[in-house]
Every structure is written in structure tokens, then in C-alpha cells.
């Protein structure tokens, strides 16, 4: 968390540099900052690779990504856990080859670590007067799409559009790397990341539900 808010230094000093001191402050002035963390943290640093279950249970390690949340907010927008078992790698590391259901457990997992996360913002708010923080439910958003594929245009729900769909993740999908006809009718890009349809339904949530809750907000 603390690096994302070095690299959101670094941006706004090239942000001024582009478009000036003046123009700059008001770019910032009318912007909304939204961090969605935690996805990583849990998959690579808890699920996948644990090196972060020899130190904590699900709960300790869920108060160690809500202090870091706590001590690095101002006034941001902040983004829940998605639907971390129905992720498709996920689906592919606990052995459901034919059926590829989502992973209960770490749904579960996610949800009661959303719960705490809002009690979390909750409390920021009032130790921060003049300051917003608001929690933006990205799990809802994401499992609708999945459950209800056909209401929304999906095919897909449970495997990338990159090469099996399966495993392939960022360096893995490129240029070599055969992909599907229709990206559309995918949930997920690869085996992590959505498709850029399933950005845009949740920027019309985060557009249509959370920037109304900033007095900024603008129709646009």
C-alpha cells in the first residue's frame, strides 16, 4: 500500500510537469482516487504461494491488510475483495478440472474480510473530519456477472479468454499466446484479470452508486 502511494506521488509530479501547476491542482481537485488492494495480497501472498500463512491465520492476516488500509487513507474510494474463488486460477489450483466451481471457502473468506473492511472505513471516517472515505462492494458486482452470465451477454464465467484460460496470467498472455474469437462473452481476460466489458459494468456501478457520495460528483 505505502509504494501505491509513492507511485501516486511520482504521477501527480508528471501530471504537473504535462499540464502545468494550476491546471494540475484542478485535474487532482475533481478526481476521484480509487484503491482496489487486496486481491494479490490474498492469492500470491496467502493462498498460492502461503508464505504469509506461516505467520497468520485467515484472521490475523486480515487485520494486517486493514491496519495497512487504516495507516495509508485520506480521502479515497476504496474497493473491496472480489469474488476470490471464482477466480479462474483459483478454480484451477483446488482440483476442479470438469465441474470448475467457485471455491466456497475463499468466498467466504472474502466476504466476512469485506465486512470487516467497511467497519474498518467506518471508523477512518470519523478520525478524519473534512476528509471522505467510502467502500465500493466490487464482490456483488463481479458475482452477478458470473451467476447471471446470460442476463449480461457472458458465455464464460469460469476461464480466461488467453490460451486455456486456465493458469495463463499477465507474461504468460502475449503476442505467442492464442486467445478466444470473442473477449465479449468472457468474464475474465485470463486466469485473473477481468475483461475490459466486465471494467466497464463495474465503472458503472462505481459511477452510478459511489460518486455520489462525494460532493464533487458530476454527471458525466
Known sequence: MSQQIEYFKVYVGRLKAIAGEHEAKQILRDSLVIISAGTNDF???????????????????????????????????????PCIGCIPIQITKSGRIKDRKCV????????????????????IQAM????????????HTLINLINQPQKYGFKETNKGCCGTGLFEVT??????????????????????????LV????????QREVLPMFQFHRDI
Do not use: M
Not at 466456497?104 to 471508523?123: G, I, P, Q, V
Open 199 to 206: 471494467y466497464q459494468y463495474i465503472a458503472k456501478h462505481i
Open 128 to 139: 478524519l473530519p473534512g476528509s471522505k472515505v467510502v467502500y465500493t462492494d466490487i464482490y
Open 171 to 196: 507474461p504468460l498472455c502475449n503476442e505467442f499466446t492464442s486467445t478466444c474469437d470473442d473477449p465479449s462473452k468472457y468474464v475474465f481476460w485470463d486466469s485473473v484479470h477481468p475483461t475490459q
Open 43 to 81: 492469492l500470491l501472498n496467502f493462498y498460492d504461494i502461503s508464505t504469509r500463512k506461516l505467520e497468520f491465520n485467515i484472521d490475523g492476516y486480515q487485520i494486517t491488510c486493514r491496519i495497512e488500509f487504516r495507516d495509508s487513507l485520506r480521502n479515497f474510494a476504496v474497493s473491496g475483495l
Open 104 to 123: 466456497d471457502d475463499e468466498n467466504s473468506d472474502a466476504k466476512l474480510y469485506n465486512r470487516k473492511l467497511t467497519r474498518l472505513l467506518l471508523k
